[in-house]
């Protein structure tokens, strides 16, 4: 048994991290700011939960002596419309939390920090092959180019990473993740849960309507897979590399996923308009990665197609009853 402590393993993508721990026979030690089980209501009680801030190196450090944990998953993080609005407090939690959760590893002697990462480090995707139409998938040697103040965060974080890792041994791996969908997303995410908002809409009988953006391809994952690629990652014997691309491998349409949704909800009425950018935040983040290095060091492979993604996404609304939010 591996005791792994995961920062924000209550949210959106942690929640199925310690999910998955549990499932594997280890031990997620969970530090939260604000211990939040509505996602974990069905697991609740099976591991313990540490109130404390990745800004405060000491509660890093107290939860990690305290429950003896061997490797770490940092997840906690604010969300884009969040840091854009605040960029002082994001850089703190998002970039500096990262440095002293190394820190953290460094002091207390742990040997591996797996990072969540984001294709938000890539920012802007400027060459013109990896870019609609053509979509050639990128690998983790492409040029980050970051725009907003979510990316420079990602990219700083990653960049400290690589230092801890360099001058003191600590096995850091950042993952960077295709466009995610998972249960909760719609609540905590904004702007960036757009398939969330298509799932849940059809679920409450709400209409979608999307005004632009059916011709874009994106990397669209199942939050399982998330935690699938974080578990293989803080489990495997080495980790060669310290940047990671997770996704599904595959281009997918605002149209593919509405086709999703209607296998298992046929009355949904999705509608999507033509051209790019769905999220319309005037960046191209839009891609589709190359998977193989997580493939060869971890053995990482999507589990999930878009249609078994939202079965089990509407099967785990009903499991913790979760009520779909209308927007």
Known sequence: MVKVLVTGGLGVNGSSVTRRLLELGHLPVVLENRPDHSLTRDIEGQFPVCVGDVTDLSSLVAAATEHGVERVVHMAALMPGQVQADPLSGFQVNAVGTVNVCEMARVVGLSRVVFMSSKAAYGEIRAPENRH?????ITEDEPCNPVLVYDVCKVAAEGMGRNYRRDHGIEFAALRFGTIFGPGKLIRHGKVSILSQIIENAMAGVPTTVERGGEQQDDMLYVEDVAE???GATLADRLDHPVYNIGSGRGSTLHDFAAAVRESLPGAEIEIGPGLDFLQMGVNYYSVFDIDRARQDFGYAPRYS???GV?????????????????
């Open 229 to 231: 690629g974080v578990v």
């Open 306 to 308: 878009l249609a078994d």
């Open 311 to 327: 079965r089990h996404y509407l099967q785990t609304m009903n499991r913790l009853g979760l009520d779909p939010q209308k927007s």
């Open 133 to 137: 139409p053509t979509y050639r998938p």
